[in-house]
């Protein structure tokens, strides 16, 4: 496995930077990334030694099969096998194995082995070469598309130990069809790709025997679109077919438990646990508080289902900053004496919506200002969600051991975040047992099908509804899940007609929120989690629309233009009010339930690999300045593939945000708390002068702080690259509200009156903790003369874009509308124009290996035989294929050489080529694009945040005589700027201007 995840990380990366490379050449690189460290999972740590009965395993040490810790820690027997590692394989295609009795032993030989609970598409399963050749990087391009039948078998051993008791065969999820045989005899089959089932395989083995377990698998997939299939294969991403989640076998008494169903009453301090059972006499629960405190209590058994309360003293709440779980331990006492025993854990917790403090009705008459909010145990809680499509590069839908499971959970709570919205998948219940321990709120999506026929009897209905109550009645303990979303943006509700246009269809969906709400009256039920562009113009069939079912009222937006995202957001919040109809099928209306935007972001699914840091900040800040929100899901944790709008990569390295350079952190933009400006993110002006910044404070964390002190400082960088130290500060003390947004005084600062980059940095501080960051960007435009003097230098600034000659290879990464060498320009035009209001300079660019030439006048007047040093500045990064993907871990390494009238100056390895906040003036420089019913209207994307290294050349002595005799003769320098020599060092070249960048100078010589 080790070797599938070094190909794949050694596919999407070049590695770090050749210091040792670098240290030969004779020139400065002011360059400043920060930190990367690439992590595919978390520390694995050995499980602590059990103190009782109780104990749920955590990770396990046993390495000899994949995935060995037990897969149901919330139903667990002690007494149990795992089957997963290898199985003999075989895909049938005409579909005769069954004719042919292929479960027959010893009947058909077995051509391949697959490893268990590994889908068939997946590298981890071992059949990788089959599928992808021998380049794991390929498999966006290689979407295996077998669909149909495939045969698993295997030898089992049953432990002599279990001779006197029956034996439980379990399979966590087969997609899609499933059929299985022990030696010739057919003991099930089960229908449904996410849920659980099993089978008492008692009669057909034999104590400390052997005995031949075969499956057979079928998934039509794509083929068939009234399955449930999530986001498996069509437009999306990789199928996920076969076994999926492990496959284990467990003993019990005849008499056992077949189901457990615990429900929390944290109002009355106690927890109440339903015992879904076969038969038996009595039913006893012990519970063992986080604090080793233990409560029991048993009840005689009622017909088939009994139930047992437990009074909890002092208990212990559940929250993502205290994630409290109880052990319990349900015992089944047999009529015999025998005894089932099932390990569990719950979290006492309570979720509900209820009117936001200070705007229930008896608190204004306004109806546009009484809303509802979420609350975790009788408090307001703010989501800061992503979306978890809960795939990744190794196993596809299923995570290859115990640490990745818990590295995503984990690495977003570092991050800030404080729940995940699990997209159409019923995930392994490992990963929610971790969402559980960590402290992850979690939104579960049903299952569906995107493209699937809905009308009364069609088999897609039945299908759905069975794959809801699985996945209900399965995850029904998990603390961690606060709400069941039943469907996507009308996903299965298009087919024939159109939800919106559909009466039937939608008293249908009403009846499916009703189900999902009797199933499990604990939680909150979405009815559909829907799309947004219909909002914000007429109604039409396309959109997603609530019905008057739903406890949370959410949309979509994907907009990258902090204008039209600002306006979509004061429209959204404008038509949120109980009896507003906006959203909503045609006969239903608003009742004010808690607002969420449950999808949004800048880069949407097919923007391609672009940089996220610039619009995560200024989208999340906007909506942070609306109360009557009450939490959001930004698309999303991870890459998936082809989509690239993460916060980490596919591979679970990391990207850069670049916000540390102004002072701030991610964390800064994923907190309870949150410093929000309304203001645009950064500002071009013409001039400097005064500007003003209108900070307002979301405060949702449980602090007890209302006051405070508010501060600032203004830094800038000049058209030299150079810092220009602090240019102002100041403080004000503030007060402010708890659970609302509270509006702070306005600061306003007065920028400088030349060329420069500047940053507001602001932050509320209160009794020395920072309770808020935030900062805004200007960039102050002033253009300069080509020659000026400063003391004795003389200083030359010219167009990047102004190059006299130039000669690139042109065989590289370069999209098909893009021009080699390339300029900054809307729409990538061949054109030397740049898209620059303030009539500034554009970037320039070139693939591969090559260069650019520059002739630059030398100024009149200047004596050359009088300088004594000449020095070059410009800002230069490579140029790697799609440069607008977000800085990461990986390296793009190029190779400059510098020379000046033919004297070779010295020569730099640009790190890298990156993309992210930092690049500040690459993104005011650039058209944004803009989303219009779901089509993208392209106006230009140029830089989307790229930008280089500040490099200093400096050139005196005996290589300064050679040039200066040259310039005597020809009134100009020749500048060359060339790539080429080692390929892995031939990333291309992009120098930047005053306009783009992180730094605002164009390439500048300076005579002294």
Not at 297 to 326: H, R
Not at 545 to 553: C, E, K, M, V
Request: a negative charge.
């Amino acid at each position: 496995m080790e070797r599938i995840r070094k190909a794949y990380r050694n596919a999407v990366r070049t590695g770090g930077v050749n210091m040792r490379r670098a240290a030969t050449f004779a020139i400065v690189v002011l360059f400043s990334l920060g930190a990367f460290a690439g992590c595919i999972g978390g520390t694995k740590t050995n499980p602590a030694d059990a103190v009782s009965s109780f104990q749920i395993e955590d990770f396990t040490t046993d390495t000899s099969i994949p995935k060995p810790e037990h897969p149901r820690p919330d139903f667990q027997r002690s007494k149990w096998m795992n089957l997963n590692g290898q199985w003999g394989f075989e895909f049938d295609p005409a579909n005769t194995g069954e004719t042919e009795q292929w479960f027959v032993p010893g009947k058909h030989k077995f051509s391949q082995q697959i490893t268990v609970p590994f889908c068939w598409e997946s590298p981890a399963s071992g059949l990788e070469p089959y599928f992808r050749g021998e380049y794991p990087q390929y498999y966006a391009l290689q979407n295996p598309t077998y669909t149909g039948t495939a045969w698993y078998q295997r030898t089992v051993n049953v432990p002599e130990e279990w001779k006197d008791s029956h034996v439980l065969l379990k399979f966590g999820a087969v997609d899609w069809e499933s059929k299985v045989w022990i030696n010739e005899n057919l003991v099930g089959q089960h229908v449904g790709g996410y849920s659980a089932f099993e089978f008492d395989i008692t009669q057909y083995i034999a104590a400390g025997q052997d005995f031949t377990l075969t499956v057979k698998a079928t998934d039509p997939s794509d083929t068939n679109p009234e399955i449930p299939r999530g986001k498996q294969g069509g437009i999306w991403y990789t199928r996920c077919s076969g076994i999926w989640q492990t496959a284990y076998m467990e003993t019990c008494p005849e008499e056992r438990i077949t189901g457990i169903y615990v429900f929390p009453d944290v109002d009355n301090s106690s927890v109440s646990f339903e015992i879904v059972h076969s038969g038996g006499a009595e039913v006893r629960v012990s519970a063992k508080s986080p604090d080793n405190r233990i409560f029991t209590a048993n009840e005689k058994i009622c017909s088939g289902k009994t139930k047992v309360a437990l009074k909890l003293e002092k208990q212990m709440l559940w929250s993502p900053d205290e994630p409290n779980l109880y052990d319990a331990v349900v015992e089944l006492v047999g009529k015999s004496g025998a005894v089932d025993s099932v390990k569990t854990y719950f979290g006492q917790r309570k979720i509900e919506a209820k009117w936001a403090p200070g705007h229930s009705p008896q608190d204004t008459q306004d109806v546009k200002e009484q809303y509802k909010y979420i609350y975790l145990n009788d408090k307001p809680i703010y989501l800061r969600g992503l979306l978890d499509q809960s795939y990744n590069p190794w196993g596809i839908y299923t995570y290859v051991n115990e640490s990745d499971l818990k590295y995503d959970i984990q690495k977003m709570k570092d991050y800030g975040f404080n729940f995940l919205r699990i997209h159409i998948k019923a995930d392994e219940p490992r990963r929610l047992y971790w969402a559980d321990k960590l402290g992850m709120l979690i939104m579960k999506d049903v299952p569906c099908s995107d493209a699937a026929p809905n009308y009364p009897g069609a088999q897609s209905r039945a299908y759905f509804e069975q794959t809801m109550r699985d996945m209900i009645e399965r995850d029904f303990n998990h603390p961690s899940i606060f709400s069941w979303c039943i469907f996507n943006e009308n996903w299965g509700l298009l087919l024939p007609v159109p939800l919106y246009a559909n009466p039937e269809m939608q008293s249908w969906v009403v009846s499916m929120v009703e189900k999902a709400k009797a199933l499990d009256p604990t939680r909150l039920v979405e009815d559909n989690s829907a799309i947004v562009y219909n909002y914000d113009n007429a109604h039409t069939p396309a959109g997603g629309w609530h019905t008057s079912t739903t406890d949370i009222f959410s949309w979509h937006f994907y907009i990258n233009d902090y204008a039209v995202a600002k306006k979509h957001l004061n429209n959204v919040v404008d038509n949120a009010y109980a009896g507003s109809t906006w959203g909503c099928v045609p006969g239903a209306v608003q009742d004010a339930d808690p607002l969420m935007n449950s999808e949004y972001g800048g880069i949407a699914c097919t923007d391609g690999n672009k940089d996220v840091s610039w619009c995560f900040k200024y989208l999340t800040n906007e909506m942070r300045l609306h109360p009557k929100i009450c939490g959001f899901v930004y698309t999303e944790v991870t890459d998936v593939e082809w989509e690239h709008n993460g916060i980490l990569r596919y591979d679970r390295s990391p990207k850069d945000f670049g916000y540390e350079t102004f002072g701030c952190a991610l964390s800064d933009f994923t907190g309870a708390d949150f410093l929000a400006l309304d203001n645009p993110p950064g500002e071009r002006l013409a001039l400097g002068g005064q500007v003003t910044a209108n900070p307002h404070f979301s405060k949702y964390s449980d602090s007890e702080a209302r006051s405070g002190d508010l501060k600032w400082t203004l830094t800038a960088t000049n058209s030299l690259g150079e810092k220009m130290g602090k240019l102002a500060s100041g403080s004000v003390p503030v007060n402010f509200g708890q659970y609302t947004v509270t509006k702070l005084p306005e600061i306003k600062v007065t920028l400088p009156g030349e060329t420069c980059l500047a940053t507001l940095l602001i932050w509320l501080e209160s009794d020395g903790k920072i309770m808020g960051r935030n900062y805004l960007n200007y960039h102050v435009y002033i253009p300069a003369e080509s020659v000026s003097k400063q003391g004795t230098k003389t200083i030359v600034r010219f167009d990047p874009t102004s190059y006299s000659n130039a000669s690139w290879n042109e065989a590289g990464p370069t999209a098909s509308n893009q021009m080699v060498p390339g300029v900054s320009t809307p729409l990538m035009a061949p054109s030397y124009a740049t898209s620059n209001p303030m009539g500034g300079s554009g970037a320039v660019w070139g693939y591969d290996s090559g260069y650019f030439e520059y002739s630059v006048p030398v100024p009149a007047g200047l004596s050359l035989q009088s300088v004594k040093s000449i020095i070059l500045l410009l800002e230069a990064s490579g140029a790697y294929g799609d440069f607008n993907y977000q800085t990461d871990a990986s390296r793009h390494q190029s190779e400059m050489k510098v020379k000046i009238n033919g004297v070779d100056a010295g020569g730099v390895l640009l790190p890298d080529a990156p993309s992210d906040a930092r690049g500040v003036l690459s993104y005011l420089d650039s058209p944004q694009v803009l989303l219009n019913a779901g089509a993208a209207v392209k106006q230009g994307i140029p830089l989307y945040g790229s930008y280089g290294c500040k490099v200093q050349v400096k050139v005196d002595g005996a290589k300064l005589g050679e040039i200066m005799k040259s310039a005597l003769g020809s009134g100009s320098l020749t500048l060359r700027l060339e790539v080429g020599g080692e390929p892995a060092y031939c990333n291309g070249l992009r120098i930047y201007s005053e306009s783009n960048g992180a730094y605002p100078m164009n390439p500048t010589i300076i005579f002294e």
